[in-house]
């Protein structure tokens, strides 16, 4: 928090970007005043801390049924981010 306040004492604009959804940035958010756009699901969602998502990018469900069908049966972990929220 220091060194943020430091930036802005600067001039210097700060924000944060994530693999994290929206609420998991939230209190950061909070805690550190962040007004600039933020990035969540490492910039899939492009939000305020007002809650406005100005920019939404996913991928076609077409192209993430095939990522399952390629990992199935293999021993890795997988995870999607859909509605805000991360299902693991």
């Not at 210097?12 to 007004?35: C, H, K, Q, V």
């Not at 969602?45 to 049924?65: L, P, S």
């Amino acid at each position: 928090a220091a060194a943020v306040a430091r930036l802005r004492a600067a001039g210097l604009p700060f924000t944060i970007i994530s693999a994290r959804p929206r609420s998991g940035l939230m209190p950061i958010a909070e805690a550190l005043a962040i007004d600039a756009p933020m990035g969540a699901f490492n910039g899939g969602t492009v939000f305020t801390r007002d809650g406005r998502v100005t920019c939404h990018h996913v991928v076609d469900r077409v192209v993430v049924e095939a990522a399952f069908a390629a990992a199935r049966g293999l021993a890795v972990d997988t995870w999607v981010f859909a509605d805000d929220l991360w299902y693991a």
